[in-house]
C-alpha cells in the first residue's frame, strides 16, 4: 500500500508531515503504512480550544452534547468498516479490533445514554443536598460542578488507538471541555482515521477537538490550573510527565492510567472437573493471547492453589499450543504481532527478567510457526508461560510487566497469601476471581480492594453473560492506585467530574435556585393562574404553585385504607399499642393513605398534556396525621427537563402540611408533559 501521509488538525486546519517527520511500519510486514510527524504552535491549538472550542461547548446543556455524542458515534458505526482494514496492519485479528472500534463506538454510545439520564437538561450540574446553614433557611450552601475553562491533552497508548481516544473523548466532551489529542505514533494512523471521520461528520462544533499527529514539543509547558492532561502509557513516561515542574506547581490535573501486574485468582473450590476450572483457562487463554497481550487488563500473574497447579499448567499448555499465530487478515489465525519491532524487542526483554525468577514452560520466541507471514519481518513473538516456584520470595515478577502474551503461574497455600501476592502488584487496574464460593469473594474483595481499581468475580451462573477479566465499561472506573495510576477513567458520569470543577455556593434559597436552574425550597413561588397540570410543559415555570383545599383525615378513612390494603400494621389499628410508641401519640393515618389522599387533593382528572406519572424520590414522612387533622398540598414546579420532541419531564416538589402548617411530608413527584405543539 501506499504510505498514509498523516495530518495534525490544529486550530481548524489539517496541517502535513513537516521534515522530521519519521516513518511508521506494519507490525505484520515491516513495510512503511504511514508517515507521521508535523510542526505545529502548540499556543495557538490551546488558545483555538480555550476560547473558540470551550465557549462553544459551553453554550450547549448536557443533554445537547449527549445527543452530540449519540450522533458522533452513529456516524461513526457507519464507517467503522474502514478502521478494520487499517488495524490488520498493527497486528489486530478481527476479534482484536472489534475490541478496539466496536468498544470504543460503545462507549460513546453508553456516555450519550447515562448523560440523558443522569445529567440534567442545564449548564450545571448540582452535586448532593441543599445544606441549611442558617436557622430559618434564608442562608444555605450547595455544590455544583462547571466545565472547566482550559482543554484537555489526551495522551493515548498505541494498543487501543480507537477505544483510547473515545473512551477519554466521551466524559471530556460532555463535560463541555475541548480536547487535543495525540496518540501513540506507532498505531496513529488507525486513529487519525477515526479522528478524520469525526470532523468530516460536521457533528462537533468548532474547536471542539484538535489532533497531534507527531511529537507534543512543549505543549505541557504551556498549561494552565484550567487544563487537565490524561495520559495513558508507561509508569515511567507517567512518572515523568507528572513531575514536571510546570505541571506540580500549577497542580494541572493528571489522570494517569499506567502499567498494571494484574492477578487472576482460582478459588480453592474451583477445582478440575468444575465449571470455574474451565473458566478460569479460558479467561486466562484469552487475555493472554487477545492483542497479543497487548492489554492494560491482561492477566499477568495467574494464582492458584498448589493443589491444582500442575492441572492449570497442562491446561493452559493444551490451550495455548492450539493458539494460531500470523496474518491478522488470515481468519485461522488467533494471535497477531505485536505493534512494532520495538514492542517485540522490549517484550522480550521484560520476558527475560520474568526468567531469572520463573522457568518457562511453554513459548520460545526462538522456535515457533507463523501463519501467512514472515516472523523476521513482522513483530510476532509466541505466548510464553512461565512458572514461579516460590512466589513469596520472589520480586521481580512483582514489579515486571512484559507487555505482551507473557503471564507467570504461582501457586498458593490459603487464600491470605493468594491476597498478599496478588496485592504485590503494588497497585492494579484490575484483578479477578474465579469462584463459586461467596465467603471467597468477601474475604478476596475485602483484603485486595484497597489495592485494585476493579474486581472481577466469574462462576457458573454469570460467565453467560459475564463481559470478561480485561473489558473496562464505561459505567464503571477504569483506573487502581498505586504502581496503576492512581486515575479513574470513565466510571459513567463520575469520568465527566474529571473535567469539571466543583464549587460550593453559598446565598439565599433564589439566588442558589437561579445559579443551579432548579427550584430550592425556600425560594420565592407564584400562584398557577390555572391547573398546573393543564398547561403543557414548555408553558410551566419553576416555582409555580397550586395549593389545594384541606381534606380531613377521618378514623374511617384509616380503617377503610386498612382493610382495603390489608396494611394493618398496630400503629393504624391499636390505639394502646400505638401510644406507647414513641414516635406516635395513639393511631394515626397510614402514609400511603396521605400520598393518596394528597393526589386526590392535587390531580386535575380530565385529558390533557399530563401523560403519566412515572415515579417520585425523596419521600419523607416528618410528622404522624391522627384522625381528625386535616391535610393540603403545596404541589410546585421544581426542574423541567426535555426528553423527547413530543414530550418533558417535569419534577414537582410536594408539600403536605396539616392543619397547624406543619409539614407532615414531603417528596418529589416526576411526570411527562406534552409540548403543545404535540397535541
Not at 457507519?78 to 470504543?104: F, N, Q, V
Not at 517485540?344 to 521484560?350: F, P
Request: with cysteine; hydrophobic share 40%; net charge negative.
Amino acid at each position: 500500500m501506499t504510505a498514509l501521509m498523516l495530518e495534525s488538525f490544529a486550530a481548524g486546519q489539517w496541517i502535513g508531515p513537516g521534515a522530521d517527520a519519521r516513518a511508521i511500519a506494519s507490525a505484520v510486514t515491516g513495510e512503511k503504512v504511514a508517515v507521521a510527524g508535523s510542526t505545529l504552535d502548540f499556543q495557538a491549538m490551546l488558545d483555538h480550544a480555550r476560547f473558540t472550542g470551550g465557549p462553544n461547548l459551553r453554550a450547549m446543556t448536557f443533554h445537547d452534547r449527549a445527543r452530540m455524542l449519540k450522533a458522533l458515534a452513529l456516524h461513526l458505526g457507519e464507517r467503522k468498516d474502514a478502521l478494520y482494514a487499517l488495524s490488520l496492519h498493527a497486528g489486530c485479528t478481527k476479534a482484536d479490533s472489534w475490541i478496539d472500534i466496536d468498544g470504543g463506538i460503545g462507549t460513546v454510545f453508553a456516555f450519550a445514554s447515562k448523560g440523558r439520564r443522569e445529567l440534567p437538561d442545564a449548564h450545571v450540574h448540582v452535586d448532593g443536598q441543599v445544606e441549611q446553614l442558617s436557622r430559618n433557611g434564608t442562608f444555605l450552601g450547595q455544590h455544583i460542578l462547571t466545565p472547566l475553562q482550559g482543554a484537555a491533552v489526551h495522551i493515548n497508548a498505541f494498543n487501543f488507538p480507537v477505544w483510547g481516544m473515545l473512551e477519554k473523548l466521551a466524559p471530556t466532551l460532555l463535560a463541555g471541555v475541548p480536547a487535543i489529542v495525540k496518540p501513540a505514533t506507532a498505531t496513529s494512523y488507525v486513529a487519525e482515521a477515526c479522528f478524520r471521520m469525526m470532523i468530516e461528520s460536521g457533528i462537533l462544533p468548532e474547536g471542539a477537538v484538535q489532533f497531534i499527529a507527531g511529537g507534543t514539543g512543549d505543549l505541557l509547558g504551556r498549561l494552565t490550573p484550567q487544563d487537565v492532561v490524561s495520559f495513558t502509557g508507561s509508569a515511567a513516561t507517567a512518572l515523568m510527565l507528572r513531575s514536571d515542574p510546570h505541571i506540580l506547581r500549577n497542580s494541572i490535573r493528571f489522570i494517569a492510567e499506567q502499567d498494571s501486574l494484574n492477578a487472576s485468582v482460582l478459588g480453592p473450590d474451583a477445582g478440575p472437573g468444575t465449571p470455574e476450572f474451565d473458566l478460569f483457562v479460558r479467561e486466562v487463554i484469552r487475555e493472554m493471547t487477545a492483542k497479543a497481550g497487548q492489554k492494560c487488563t491482561a492477566i499477568r500473574r495467574i494464582l492458584v492453589p498448589k493443589a491444582v497447579e500442575g492441572d492449570v499448567i497442562e491446561a493452559l499448555k493444551a490451550k495455548l499450543a492450539k493458539t494460531v499465530i500470523g496474518d491478522p487478515a488470515n481468519e485461522a489465525v488467533r494471535m497477531g504481532p505485536l505493534a512494532s519491532q520495538a514492542q517485540r524487542r522490549d517484550v522480550l526483554e521484560k520476558a527475560a527478567v520474568i526468567g531469572e525468577e520463573a522457568e518457562c514452560v511453554f513459548g520460545d520466541p526462538e522456535a515457533f510457526s507463523v501463519e501467512g507471514a514472515d516472523a523476521e519481518k513482522g513483530a510476532f513473538v509466541p505466548p510464553m508461560l512461565f512458572r514461579c516456584a516460590d512466589p513469596a520470595g520472589a520480586s521481580r515478577i512483582h514489579e515486571t510487566e512484559a507487555f505482551g502474551p507473557v503471564s507467570t503461574v504461582m501457586a498458593y497455600d490459603t487464600l491470605d497469601d493468594a491476597v498478599a501476592l496478588a496485592n504485590r502488584g503494588g497497585g492494579s487496574l484490575v484483578m479477578s476471581l474465579i469462584t463459586h464460593d461467596p465467603s471467597v469473594a468477601r474475604d478476596v474483595a475485602r483484603g485486595a480492594g484497597a489495592w485494585h481499581g476493579r474486581i472481577y468475580i466469574n462462576d457458573r451462573d454469570s460467565m453467560g453473560e459475564s463481559t470478561g477479566h480485561g473489558s473496562p465499561l464505561p459505567h464503571l472506573t477504569h483506573g487502581g492506585p498505586g504502581r496503576a495510576g492512581g486515575g479513574e477513567e470513565m466510571g459513567g458520569v463520575r469520568g465527566v467530574f474529571h473535567y469539571m470543577q466543583r464549587t460550593s455556593v453559598q446565598g439565599s434559597p433564589d439566588m442558589l435556585g437561579a445559579v443551579a436552574g432548579t427550584f430550592v425550597p425556600g425560594s420565592k413561588t407564584f400562584d398557577a393562574d390555572r391547573h398546573p397540570f393543564t398547561r403543557h410543559f414548555e408553558e410551566l415555570q419553576l416555582g409555580e404553585t397550586l395549593h389545594t383545599k384541606s381534606r380531613t383525615v377521618t378514623l374511617e378513612d384509616i380503617e377503610h385504607f386498612a382493610e382495603f390494603t390489608g396494611d394493618t400494621f398496630y400503629a393504624h389499628m391499636d390505639e394502646e399499642a400505638a401510644a406507647a410508641n414513641p414516635f406516635f401519640p395513639g393511631r394515626v393515618a397510614h402514609g400511603y393513605l396521605l400520598l393518596s389522599f394528597a393526589a386526590g387533593l392535587f390531580v386535575e382528572p380530565s385529558p390533557g398534556p399530563v401523560l403519566a406519572n412515572v415515579g417520585l424520590e425523596g419521600l419523607k414522612f416528618m410528622k404522624p396525621v391522627s384522625p381528625g387533622d386535616a391535610i393540603k398540598v403545596a404541589l410546585i414546579v421544581k426542574r423541567k427537563t426535555k426528553r423527547t420532541d413530543t414530550y418533558g419531564e417535569v419534577r414537582w416538589h410536594v408539600v403536605l402540611t396539616n392543619q397547624d402548617d406543619e409539614t407532615v411530608a414531603e417528596y418529589e413527584l416526576h411526570t411527562m408533559n406534552a409540548y403543545a405543539d404535540a397535541d
